[in-house]
C-alpha cells in the first residue's frame, strides 16, 4: 500500500550530512593509488570542507560511524536509522545526505527506504575513489547528492553516484571499479539524472508505507539471523544443515537463472522449510528477476535486498 505524505514545509531549509565512512573518506599514502587505501579515514565536516560550493549551502554534519562498509553491522543501521528519523522530524531540515561505502550502499538504502519511507529525500552517496586520488570522485558525488537533496519534490531514499539518481529499493553494485558502478533492479533504469546541480527526473521516486525505525533491534544479538546461500555447480548441502542445527531463522537462495536450485539442495532446503524457517528464493543473475514465480516474495529482489527484507518480515512478526 502506498502512503500519501507532506512535502517539506516551504521553511526547511538545512540539509543534514550523516558520515559513515567508505572510501569517499578514504585516504592513501599515494594520490596515484585507487585500490590501497583505508576506508573510513577522513571525518565528514572535511569531506564537506573539500567542496567549496558547499560553502554557501545550509548544511549540518555528523559523525554517525567510520566504517569501510564491508563492516556495516545491524547495531549501526539501528543507529543510522534512528539518526535519520530525529533528523527527519525537525521542521527546519529539507532533506539529509549520507556518505557511505559503496560495498554494502544497496543494502543500507533498501533498509532505510523500507524502514523510514521518508517524505522528505534521503541521499546516500558514495565514491569508488578515495579523497586522496588525483581524480578523486567523491566531491562531485557529494555535491550532487546535496543537490538532490535539495531539490524540490523530491521523497525517499536514493543513491546519488556519479551523476546518476538510483531508487534506494532498486540499487545494485554491478561493478567492482569502475566510478559508475550501480544498476538498478531487476531490468530498471536510474529516476533521474544530475546535471551541474539540474535534475532531470525519468521515473517516480520511491514511496511505501514506513516501518518505523523503532522496529529495529539496538543489540544486534536481538535481530534475525538470515542467511544468503549459491546454488552453484558442485553444491554441497552440508552448510544448510550446520545452519539449521546452529539456529538459522531464514535463508535466502541466491539461485541459477530463472530461479532453479541444485538437485543436491532441494531436500535439505524442504526440511528447513518444514521445521518452520522461511527460505526464499532469488536469481543470482544480476539483472532480470525470476518469471512465473507466483508465490515468490523476493522474485524481483537481489539476494541481498531479500536478506534485508525478510529480516523485517520476521522483525514485524515478533
Ligand atoms: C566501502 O564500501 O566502504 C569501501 C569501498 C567503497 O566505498 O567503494
Known amino acids: 500500500m502506498q502512503s500519501q505524505r507532506k512535502r517539506a514545509p516551504e521553511s526547511a531549509q538545512i540539509v ?177 539524472v544530475v546535471e551541474e546541480g539540474v535534475i532531470r527526473r525519468f521515473r517516480d521516486w520511491p514511496i511505501g508505507e514506513a516501518l518505523g525505525a523503532s522496529l529495529l533491534p539496538q543489540d544486534a544479538a536481538q535481530w534475525p539471523w538470515v542467511e544468503v546461500l549459491g546454488s552453484h555447480a558442485g553444491a554441497d548441502a552440508r552448510s544448510i544443515e550446520a545452519w539449521r542445527s546452529a539456529g538459522l531463522q531464514g535463508l535466502v537462495l541466491a539461485c541459477t537463472g530463472n530461479g532453479t536450485l541444485s538437485q543436491a539442495l532441494e531436500q535439505p532446503v524442504a526440511a528447513l522449510k518444514r521445521a518452520g524457517v522461511p527460505v526464499w528464493r532469488t536469481t543470482r543473475c544480476a539483472q532480470g528477476r525470476i518469471v512465473g514465480a507466483v508465490d515468490e516474495p523476493a522474485a524481483a529482489l537481489s539476494p541481498w535486498a531479500a536478506r534485508v527484507e525478510l529480516m523485517l518480515q520476521l522483525l514485524q512478526r515478533r
Not at 578514504?26 to 567542496?51: M, R
Not at 550532487?144 to 543513491?159: F, L, T
Open 16 to 192: 543534514v550530512i550523516i558520515g559513515t565512512g567508505g572510501t569517499i573518506a578514504g585516504a592513501s599514502g599515494s594520490a596515484t593509488d585507487n585500490i590501497g587505501y583505508k576506508a573510513g579515514s577522513l571525518s565528514v565536516e572535511s569531506l564537506v570542507k573539500a567542496v567549496p560550493a558547499l560553502a554557501s549551502r545550509a548544511l549540518e554534519a555528523e559523525q554517525l560511524a567510520q566504517l569501510d562498509s564491508k563492516d556495516m553491522d545491524h547495531a549501526t543501521w539501528a543507529k543510522l536509522a534512528r539518526r535519520v528519523e530525529e533528523q527527519l522530524a525537525r521542521p527546519e531540515v529539507r532533506g539529509i545526505v549520507i556518505t557511505h561505502g559503496t560495498d554494502t550502499l544497496e543494502e543500507t538504502a533498501y533498509l532505510l527506504q523500507r524502514v523510514l519511507a521518508p517524505s522528505k529525500p534521503v541521499v546516500l552517496t558514495a565514491a569508488m575513489r578515495p579523497a586522496t586520488a588525483i581524480q578523486a570522485d567523491g566531491p562531485q558525488n557529494l555535491l550532487d547528492a546535496v543537490s538532490v537533496a535539495n531539490a524540490e519534490g523530491v521523497r525517499g531514499v536514493v543513491a546519488v553516484v556519479a551523476g546518476q539518481v538510483w531508487s534506494g529499493l532498486e540499487l545494485r553494485k554491478t561493478h567492482s571499479y569502475r566510478l559508475d558502478a550501480f544498476e538498478a533492479g531487476p531490468d530498471a533504469g536510474p529516476l533521474a
